[in-house]
């Protein structure tokens, strides 16, 4: 591979790379060469079959259990990761939690419980990276995974929604905070995507309808946005 795509000898951070489209990154950044870490909540199982994979490509893991909603969490994965590798290139916001409500049934706290895994964590490790990666030498890349749910708005998910459309926003603004650092920030926001988040959140309608409308008439796969993240996380994105 050409050493503009490599990712041989970075490091990276992956939250919530248990399942689905986590855990779909950290296997393609390890097979591009990168050392993977990451976190996950409660599935210790899939985080350990995640393990397997990165280090089935030669890479190094580390994986702890977590919540991106505790920043004390999230400052802590960023410090392990540069005191035990002496560095860090990666970093992607991942982790995100889904309900389906509508807003007159929404309690207050389910509002705030959303959108402190997926607005505020990922304001957490933004945060995290940027402070590690601005004070070392060399580039670095922050990738937020957001959705297109932004644009398209889903009846039922105003709490999803909203977080997507916030990351969107604090994408943007540290683009150009960072950029002087020589740390790229961008958002990745794949459509439908078959996911064991998604398997809740559909409907049988919902799915027929995703393949009538989109071009290829299938669902994506977490392997095809797990590609667009390595593409974006190596040399080749540097002026992205």
């Excluded at 689905?20 to 990451?38: D, F, Q, S, T």
């Excluded at 604090?170 to 995507?193: I, K, Q």
Aim: net charge negative; proline share 3%.
């Amino acid at each position: 591979m050409s050493a503009t795509f490599s990712l041989d000898g970075k490091n990276a951070v992956v939250t919530g790379l248990s399942t689905g489209i986590g855990r779909a990154i950290a296997e393609a950044l390890a097979r591009e060469g990168a050392n993977v870490a990451g976190d996950y909540q409660k599935d210790s199982d899939g985080a350990a079959i995640t393990q397997g994979l990165i280090e089935a490509h030669g890479r190094e893991a580390l994986i702890v259990q977590g919540s991106t909603a505790d920043e004390v969490h999230v400052d802590a994965l960023a410090d392990t990761v540069t005191e035990r590798w002496g560095g860090l290139d990666i970093w992607v916001n991942n982790a995100a939690r889904i309900f389906v409500k509508p807003v007159i049934e929404i309690e207050t706290q389910e509002w705030h419980d959303l959108l402190g895994a997926n607005l505020h964590g990922y304001m957490y490790g933004c945060r995290a990276a940027a402070r590690k990666m601005a004070a070392q030498d060399g580039p670095g890349r922050i990738i937020n995974i957001t959705s297109q749910s932004d644009v398209q708005a889903i009846s039922g998910m105003s709490a999803y929604v909203t977080a997507k459309g916030g990351i969107l926003g604090l994408t943007r603004v540290l683009a150009l905070e960072l950029a002087e650092h020589d740390v790229t920030v961008n958002a990745v926001s794949p459509g439908p995507t078959d996911t064991p988040l998604n398997t809740t959140a559909w409907t049988p309608k919902a799915r027929a309808t995703y393949i009538e409308r989109i071009g290829l008439h299938r669902i994506a796969t977490p392997e095809e946005t797990a590609d667009v993240v390595c593409f974006v996380a190596s040399h080749a994105s540097r002026f992205m």
